[in-house]
């Protein structure tokens, strides 16, 4: 590794190095998964799964929504595999799908409660 890349290692905290530039294909499929991150409306629906799993009406109470439009919503999520759910009985349970997806909301809500540097 040289100087310059242990220095940008150091600089984020990276205990090894990415491994290499992207591919055009991942490229795509991370934009259209980060582009699934950019409505607001879901970023609050994975909010209240990061705490526990909820019913359809548990979660469109949560975050203010219509039942039909929280559906819509955990129906994209659940194509990018950011939501998971199980039926028990009649019941549908929605969760966060993996420790990843919890990380990736945690870090992002982390990262712009910190105070910024550049200012």
């Known amino acids: 590794m040289s100087d310059s890349e242990e220095k940008a290692m150091q600089a984020i905290g990276a205990d090894a190095p990415v491994s290499g530039i992207l591919s055009v294909e991942k490229a ?8 699934v991150l950019g409505d607001p409306n879901r970023w609050r629906i994975l909010s209240a799964l ?7 009406g548990e979660l469109a109470e949560a975050v203010e ?10 129906r994209v999520l659940r194509t990018m595999r950011l939501v998971s759910y199980r039926k028990r009985g009649r019941n549908v349970y929605y969760c966060l799908k993996d420790k990843h997806i ?3 909301y945690r870090e992002a809500s982390e990262h712009l409660d910190e105070p910024n540097d550049d200012d």
């Open 28 to 35: 795509q499929r991370m934009a259209e998964f980060f582009g």
């Open 50 to 56: 990061a705490s526990r799993e909820l019913r359809v």
């Open 65 to 74: 929504m219509t039942e039909s439009a929280v559906s819509h919503q955990l």
């Open 102 to 104: 919890f990380n990736l």
